[in-house]
């Protein structure tokens, strides 16, 4: 039987998603391709800093949070009035 995370985890999963088609297996293998593209890019900036791979983690999170508060704010230069 499955616990409550389980089900979480697999939520986003189960909903058909017609746009990108695939469906629960494209699901699943779309979001192991995402994991293994975020573990290359958290192991090469621990290698490249010399820092351990949680920190690695953490200033990759930064990076992700910097690019989105840029987007926001040229977003809101280009189109103050429109919000999504």
Not at 32 to 42: E, L, P
Not at 56 to 71: N, Q, Y
């Amino acid at each position: 039987m499955m616990t409550g995370f389980e089900i979480a985890a697999l939520l986003p999963f189960l909903k058909p998603n017609a746009r990108r088609g695939g469906g629960f297996i494209g699901g699943i293998i779309r979001w192991f391709i995402m994991v293994a593209i975020y573990d290359i890019c958290i192991g090469a900036l621990a290698s490249a800093l010399g820092v351990s791979r949680m920190i690695a983690c953490f200033i990759f999170i930064g990076i992700l949070l910097a690019i989105s508060a840029v987007g926001y704010v040229l977003k809101q230069r280009v189109s103050p009035g429109i919000d999504d």
